[in-house]
């Protein structure tokens, strides 16, 4: 099972299909999000390391997801606008999709294989940090908030590789 994600096409949230292969060289933080969740206040936090790293080279993927507690409803419009709104928004959003499931998208597909532990997202806001070669290092867990010393070594990490 490869480990890198660089082979995989999903859509941004305006319907445009694009490869991640498109990310190569960058750092990548996926996460799955939803706008009704109580973890949804991480938005700020991720928009946060969008905006202090982004010009280093990382870039914040957030894919809205409805698999857990049915807590991402919306359309991707209603998504979009929620985001910008609310947590000032500008890092990328893609089409809602299933992050577990006979429906699962391929990207968690591979995500969930290739980062310990090797089980389904168990929940909203879960993060995978990809290197930039497109290689899955690092799995956090919900709790663990963007600003959470752990997740920011990380980052730094494979920022300065």
């Not at 490869?19 to 936090?45: D, E, H, M, P, R």
Request: aromatic share 10%; net charge negative.
């Amino acid at each position: 099972m490869s480990k890198t994600i660089t082979d995989i096409t999903v859509k941004t949230i305006e319907g445009q299909e694009t490869s991640l292969g498109a990310y190569a060289g960058n750092v990548l933080l996926i996460v799955n999000v939803a706008s009704f969740c109580g973890y949804t206040s991480q938005y700020k936090g991720l928009e946060a390391l969008n905006q202090k790293y982004q010009a280093q080279g990382l870039r914040v993927l957030g894919f809205p997801c409805n698999d857990y507690g049915m807590q991402e409803p919306g359309s991707n419009p209603e998504i979009a606008q929620f985001c910008s709104r609310n947590y000032g928004v500008s890092f990328q959003l893609f089409d809602k999709l299933h992050a577990k499931g006979p429906d699962q998208h391929p990207l968690y597909a591979r995500l969930t294989k290739a980062a310990e532990p090797t089980s389904d997202v168990s929940w909203n806001f879960e993060k995978f940090l990809v290197n930039k070669q497109g290689e899955v290092v690092a799995r956090f867990g919900s709790a663990v908030t963007p600003d959470a010393p752990e997740l920011v070594r990380a980052i730094e990490q494979e920022l300065a590789i």
